[in-house]
């Protein structure tokens, strides 16, 4: 079965700096894998996936997230945050392991951006 | 611009009293979700309809009921809310293919939260 797990519920970083969320994964497969950002009382809008064209996918706002089989991880990074960045980030994987199917989200992840 | 449109944004309801939250599309996809999203938690998937296929998980309460009349449209019936459905109800859309056409990506709408007095 599939799965994500999200390291930290709580992310805070200061302007400018590095922003580093992680997200591991569990699959029987070569896994599909997405990152959502929720802002506060809005819908999950897509950043990025992964479908095992490119190891590093890069997404809107300057995220990207690169896929590590060995470490089954796919960690998303920004090089340097922004106020506007702050917001929920959540993982997903596909429940089928394949590239259609329901989605299964990790809890997310909050991210403080300090001025 | 194509979207998924979710009315109202905002929905008060009494103790017991039906509900209805509307969801709308122009991407013509073939996979509608609804999602409930309580405070700081993942969203929750209650059912989705694939074409007119409906697919409830095995967790959804009874009470929760959906309807979709056509493509675009999909609808959310809560028939009888306790204070703990109160939650941000998100309607997600896809394309879903049982060819190699690609990966499935579900775009979401601004949501609703219910509240339940």
């Known amino acids: 079965a599939q799965s994500v797990t999200q390291l930290g519920s709580h992310v805070s970083v200061s302007e400018g700096a590095l922003v580093l969320l992680r997200c591991n994964y569990s699959?029987?497969?070569?896994?599909?894998l997405f990152w959502y950002v929720q802002y506060p009382n809005q819908g999950l809008q897509l950043l990025l996936k992964y479908t095992s064209a490119a190891t590093l996918v890069k997404g809107i706002n300057g995220f990207e997230a690169e896929f590590k089989k060995s470490e089954t991880s796919f960690h998303l990074t920004k090089p340097s945050a922004h106020m506007s960045d702050a917001a929920e980030y959540f993982c997903a994987v596909s429940d089928s392991g394949g590239s259609q199917g329901n989605l299964i989200f990790g809890k997310g992840t909050k991210l403080s951006v300090k001025p | 611009d194509a979207m998924v449109i979710q009315n109202p944004r905002y929905q008060v309801t009494q103790f017991g009293k039906p509900v209805t939250l509307s969801c709308s599309q122009t991407l013509n996809h073939n996979v509608m979700y609804w999602y409930q999203q309580k405070s700081s938690q993942a969203p929750k998937l209650l059912f989705h309809y694939y074409d007119k296929d409906f697919n409830n998980e095995a967790d959804t309460p009874d009470n929760f009921q959906s309807r979709r009349p056509n493509t675009s449209f999909c609808f959310l019936d809560i028939r009888s809310p306790g204070l703990g459905d109160a939650a941000m109800y998100l309607c997600?859309?896809?394309?879903?293919?049982?060819?190699?056409?690609?990966?499935?990506?579900?775009?979401f709408g601004p949501g609703t939260r219910l509240l339940v007095l």
């Open positions: 699959s029987s497969v070569p896994p599909y």
């Open positions: 997600a859309t896809s394309r879903r293919s049982s060819g190699l056409a690609g990966v499935e990506t579900q775009y």
